[in-house]
């Protein structure tokens, strides 16, 4: 598992989700809450790999920008847009260690959106919100953003005022390639490996250190991996090509 995590990675990965979840550790006497961070990344061959794990106290940026370095350290290059929920301190690491793009997870996003409506009118709003990522292009769900911020400020104040501040951050998966949008729109890659962290973790309960929660997720991501390896591509090559610094497709050989 040692080895597992802290393996050297090769090529370029244009893709790299984040997303954390927290378990209960012991410490000092005291149960914890413990913030479990995994890393996920699509490669140019199109493939997904479960790239780390770490865990912290917090999501504060001195954190984030240690992790991101040490995967940087490992040779991790060619990130072109970080996934994840939002997160202010995660963002200016990404920038500062990757210089890369950050997508706030839209569905996280919708959320707390909807948190601002009347539970009366939720349903309403979310048919309208929906509206605006039915766009084929940037400009129109920027466009159509901007309608329906306004339409909504005269109804519910603090909806319109929360939609101001996070435009960017939502639709910035929309200056990526169509083919790809539907996966890094959000951090649903990531959703089925947290609850599969979360229902081995209810079986321990409390952890007696980070060194025991490392263990088992990292023997979990292992597995995950190792399904990942053999599974059909995630991405095509053609269109990975189009986001990549290399845009040579390479094919697989073909026995003679």
């Not at 996920?40 to 912290?56: I, M, P, Q």
């Not at 129109?140 to 104040?157: M, P, T």
């Not at 597995?223 to 090559?237: C, G, K, P, Q």
Request: glycine content about 6%; aromatic content about 8%.
């Amino acid at each position: 598992m040692n080895a597992f995590l802290s393996r050297p990675l090769e090529g370029a990965w244009p893709y790299l989700w984040l997303d954390a979840t927290y378990l209960k550790v012991r410490e000092s006497g005291r149960i914890v809450s413990r913030a479990v961070i995994v890393a996920v990344a699509v490669n140019e061959d199109g493939k997904r790999d479960v790239l780390g794990v770490a865990t912290g106290p917090s999501e504060a940026e001195t954190f984030w920008t240690g992790f991101l370095r040490s995967l940087a350290d490992r040779g991790l290059r060619g990130v072109k847009l970080v996934i994840a929920d939002d997160r202010k301190g995660l963002r200016a690491a990404a920038r500062r260690v990757f210089n890369a793009t950050h997508q706030r997870c839209r569905v996280h996003w919708m959320r707390n959106a909807l948190a601002h409506a009347p539970a009366k009118q939720r349903t309403a709003v979310a048919a309208m919100l929906k509206t605006i990522f039915a766009q084929e292009t940037k400009a129109d769900a920027e466009a159509q953003w901007e309608a329906v911020a306004n339409a909504l400020r005269e109804k519910v104040e603090k909806l319109g005022a929360f939609m101001d501040g996070s435009r960017d951050d939502v639709l910035a998966y929309m200056d990526f390639p169509g083919e790809h949008r539907a996966q890094i729109a959000s951090t649903n890659p990531l959703e089925r490996v947290n609850r599969e962290i979360k229902r081995r973790a209810d079986v321990i309960g409390i952890f007696p250190n980070d060194d025991a929660i490392i263990r088992l997720v990292a023997a979990l991501m292992l597995e995950t991996n190792d399904e990942w390896t053999v599974a059909r591509r995630y991405m095509s090559l053609e269109t990975l090509a189009r986001v990549t610094d290399n845009p040579t497709v390479r094919l697989p050989a073909v026995a003679t």
